[in-house]
């Protein structure tokens, strides 16, 4: 084995015009290999944590008469089935020991009035709770101007990609409630370097829902905050927070609200009471009581009705269009849907759960297929290498002839020159492959210094957020070696097929 070592170093060498295309073949191979890994595990880790720690979660239950299971980017903005039992899908929710958090919300598109007479807008609205919504995604989103609500506050947090978008409608420019137009900010999120002249800034707006169902209502909502998602701003600042109940009166749903303010059963017999029986409930004799022990006649009140404590209102007893579920870590995604719609149909509750990226429609099915493209663009670069390879090192064998023939003259087996050209392409391999791969390595762990960004929607899917951040665990890496050693290997069959049919006969012809 050692002779066989000696020979394919020394025959390197006397080749070095080939040696040097095959191995700078192997390194390129090995670099693009291992750079198309690392994005498409960056792009793994960008969609998981930013969709799926800053968004939606891993689930999303819907409605069982929703039709398709994209219920976040429908196509025309068709309204979402309304889910109304809340109460009793959290009963169930509470009992699953692998969900770690969830959050119910509204999600429809509605229309936002111009005041001014001019074209309205439309938008996504997300109805929710916001000290739920931020208990839920605490590090999603920042301020860019104002203060985002607490619990039980009213308004509309409005992302900076949709105040643009409305800006453009209306040419209306919204702030937070008191503020002001800051020019730096309007100039940076409407890339205009003109002072803004003639636009209307207002503090609040007006939102009307789309709901082909239920009446809907305008709805005046202060604007409490403007504020830019941390990743994918782009997609995500479609999507307007909106206090959940203010949602539900503008999309004329049930609310809350409204059922805190239903008649009690004390009332609803009161009111179910004949002539006589008032008469006797607010008689004298009910009404009033003597207390003569001082010789004075106190008079006391007796409520016919029991007065009712005033309760902070339960968002939860509303309507809700989705719920997203974040699971716990380690928790596979498929089991777990599995076992939530088994329990859910099982409690007759009228919803069905969901993945994620069904539930993101078009969205969610781009990055299966972009993760798809950038598989078949490195299995390209592995087809390409061994192709290129093989048709060089046949040429070299060929070229080689005399030589292997001598070799075969002198008593040199077929399995002798077989495993002098694997020892040669596997040095190669080594060498240039694996300096192809650790340069792959650094480089990988360069890009996300130069912090290369994008607007578009679909780079930013590419990227798996904002900021391109390609990223390589030990198992991409030694999937790395891997498809190098099978490029070797693949490329090395022909032209050892090649130099084994060779004959001494073939060298005196040669020559």
Do not use: C
Not at 123 to 137: H, N, P, S
Not at 285 to 296: C, D, R, V, Y
């Amino acid at each position: 084995m050692g002779l066989i070592f000696k020979i394919a170093w020394r025959n390197i060498f006397r080749h070095k015009g080939k040696s040097f295309v095959i191995g700078t073949i192997l390194f390129l191979g090995a670099l693009f290999m291992t750079l198309g890994n690392g994005v498409i595990s960056g792009m793994d880790r960008g969609l998981t944590k930013n969709i799926i720690e800053g968004f939606t979660g891993h689930i999303v239950i819907i409605s069982d008469k929703q039709e398709t299971d994209n219920v976040l980017f429908t196509l025309m903005g068709k309204p979402i089935e309304a889910i109304g039992n809340f109460i009793e899908i959290k009963k169930v929710l509470n009992k699953e020991d692998y969900i770690d958090k969830y959050l119910p919300v509204g999600r429809n598109l509605a229309m936002l009035l111009n005041e001014e007479g001019g074209s309205p807008g439309n938008g996504f609205l997300l109805g929710v709770d916001f000290a739920k919504y931020r208990a839920m995604f605490p590090d999603n989103i920042k301020p860019v101007e104002g203060t985002i609500p607490e619990k039980n506050e009213k308004g509309v947090i409005l992302p900076s990609f949709a105040r643009k978008e409305f800006y453009g409608y209306t040419n209306i420019w919204f702030v937070p409630t008191g503020g002001k137009l800051i020019e730096e900010n309007f100039k940076k999120e409407t890339k205009e370097k003109e002072e803004p002249v003639g636009i209307k800034v207002k503090d609040s707006m007006v939102v009307m829902g789309f709901n082909d169902k239920n009446t809907t209502m305008d709805v005046r909502v202060n604007v409490r905050a403007v504020v830019r998602y941390n990743t994918l701003n782009t997609i995500f600042g479609h999507f307007a927070l909106i206090d959940i109940e203010s949602y539900r009166e503008a999309f004329g749903y049930f609310s809350a609200e409204s059922k805190a303010s239903e008649i009690s059963e004390d009332k609803k017999k009161l009111l179910d009471m004949g002539n006589e029986n008032l008469d006797m409930l607010f008689s004298e004799n009910t009404l009033m009581t003597e207390n003569k022990s001082n010789g004075k006649a106190d008079v006391k009140f007796t409520p016919a009705v029991k007065q009712e404590k005033s309760e902070v209102v339960d968002v939860d007893t509303g309507a809700y269009n989705l719920v997203f579920i974040k699971l716990k870590k380690g928790i596979s995604i498929d089991d777990a849907l599995l076992k939530m719609n088994k329990d859910l149909k099982s409690a007759n509750l009228g919803v069905r759960a969901v993945s994620w990226k069904k539930a993101f429609g078009l969205i969610g099915s781009m990055s299966t297929v972009i993760k798809g493209a950038l598989f078949l663009f490195v299995m390209l670069l592995f087809v390409v290498a061994v192709i290129i390879i093989v048709n060089t090192l046949s040429m070299a064998a060929i070229e080689r002839t005399p030589e292997i023939g001598m070799m075969r003259a002198v008593g040199a087996r077929k399995s002798f020159i077989s495993n002098m050209f694997l020892a040669e392409t596997g040095m190669l391999s080594f060498v240039f492959g694996g300096a192809g791969v650790i340069v792959g390595i650094i480089t990988v762990n360069l890009l996300p210094l130069f912090k290369i960004t994008s607007e578009n929607d679909m780079v930013q899917l590419l990227f798996g957020g904002d900021m391109f951040y390609p990223v390589l665990s030990m198992s991409d890496i030694m999937l790395s070696f891997l498809q190098l050693a099978i490029v070797t290997f693949a490329a090395v069959i022909y032209p050892i097929k090649v130099a084994k049919s060779i004959t001494p006969l073939d060298a005196i012809v040669r020559d």
